[in-house]
């Protein structure tokens, strides 16, 4: 295990930038915390609409999730269009699936209409069935799809199941053909240069350790100094700390861990994952994978522990699930292991909006890759007093539960009994 990289393996391909050790500035319109895409994609709205504009991240650009996810574009609103009729009306839940789609097309058109190089690839995502129950209300949701929400979906039986992966192990499933790949670390480097090249500010090594409500708006205490500002965003989503209790008590942030394969070759890989997918299953516990872009590797992600753990430690856990999947992978060598925490939500909805004065968008879910740069886009919007930035889910309510303040007690027990479900087909 002593020669396997805790760093994701994106960074072997693209290097994340040090950014000069520029003074910083005295005050600004706009302060953000946290350069990730929520962040960037906030900055360079909030710039072009000739707010001045500091972003500062604790850890490098991107060392959050945003440098270090599965690269996997899907339409990402978790509850389904019925649960949200049933909790907000119809007419709001249709809104707010529309803002799922316009996420993925956003991602698409900065990708291939705005020049954002992240190594878009629109191959589609390969859902697999844990059981045969699961095929069949997968089955069912895909011809009953509700109206004006329609995604482009296959369903393929597990007679042929091997068109899509060489395993036996899901009782068929779904092709959502409007799924993508991007490379994340790709993407949040483009999405740096966006911002800056709008005029915004980045601060890297920079962690915001106070944040004070003052005449002008608010003292932000920075680890390089105190910075004055208008207004303040938080876009720290699975790294929410102390910095604000209200939003900590509101995010669970739960770690996601990743492993690649050593290089596979291209011929083994397309063997594997014959169309060249993302692949996602139905399990409670999810596992997802891919190939990597350049198609040598098999990156295989879930959730590997029942407490938070070292990445490497997870390493035989990760391989053992791949393994269940693809037996001939049982012993490949692992180059890369690496983890992130997402954050989730009591109502697995993300969340924008403002908090006495400071602005917030965070709680994807594990799926900001689309939705994160859009919505993240839509709050900047918002802080520069634009109309288009309006959104089906602002000022939600943000729940939380008595007795949480940060940190998921619930989590071990949670995933145990996820696991046991998923273990038993239930
Ligand atoms: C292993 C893994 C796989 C994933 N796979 C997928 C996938 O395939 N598809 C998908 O849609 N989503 C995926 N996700 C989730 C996705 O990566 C995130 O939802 C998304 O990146 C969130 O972006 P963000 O900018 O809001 O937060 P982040 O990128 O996490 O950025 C938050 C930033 O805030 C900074 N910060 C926190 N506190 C402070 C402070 N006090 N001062 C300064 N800075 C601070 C942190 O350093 C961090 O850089 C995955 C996540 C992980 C971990």
Known sequence: MSDVLSTPLWQDHAAIPVLPELPMPAEVDVLIVGAGYTGLSAARETAAAGRSTLVVDAGAVGAGCSGRNGGQVAYSIKPSFKALSARYGEKRAFAICQEGREAVAYLRSLATRDGVDCDWRERGCFYGAHTRHHFAVMAR??????????????????????????????????????????DPLRLVLALLRRAQDSGAAVRDQCAVQAIRISRIGFD?????????????????????????????????????????????????????????????????????????????????GGRAALAEKNPLACVP??????????????????????????????????????????????????????????????????????????????????????????????????????????????
């Open 141 to 182: 949701e895909a011809r009953q799809q509700p109206q004006g929400l329609e995604q482009r979906i296959t369903v393929v039986s597990r007679a042929q199941q091997r068109q899509e992966i060489e395993s036996d192990f899901y009782h068929g499933g779904c092709v959502y053909h409007d799924d993508a790949s991007v």
């Open 220 to 300: 932000v205490l920075t680890s390089r100094g105190v910075v004055k500002a208008r207004n303040v965003l938080l876009a720290t989503n699975g790294y929410s700390g102390p910095l604000s209790p209200w939003h900590r008590r509101r995010v669970i942030p739960i770690g996601s861990y990743q492993i690649a394969t050593a290089p596979l070759g291209v011929e083994r890989v397309r063997s594997l994952i014959p169309q060249g997918r993302n692949v996602v299953d139905s399990r409670r516990v999810v596992v997802y994978f891919r190939p990597s872009p350049d198609g040598e590797c098999i990156i295989f």
């Open 317 to 426: 856990r990760l391989r053992s699930m791949m393994a269940r999947i693809f037996p001939q992978l049982q012993s490949v060598r692992i180059t890369h292991a690496w983890v992130g925490w997402v954050a989730y939500t009591f109502d697995t909805m993300p969340h924008l909006g403002q908090h006495k004065g400071l602005y917030y968008c965070m709680g994807y879910c594990g799926q900001g890759v689309p939705l994160a740069p859009y919505f993240g886009k839509r709050i900047g919007q918002q802080m520069a007093g634009l109309e288009e930035g309006r959104t089906a889910i602002d000022d939600l309510s943000f729940p939380s539960r008595p007795y949480y303040f940060g940190t998921p007690w619930f989590l071990a027990p949670s995933v145990w009994a996820y696991r046991t479900m998923d273990a038993v087909g239930i």
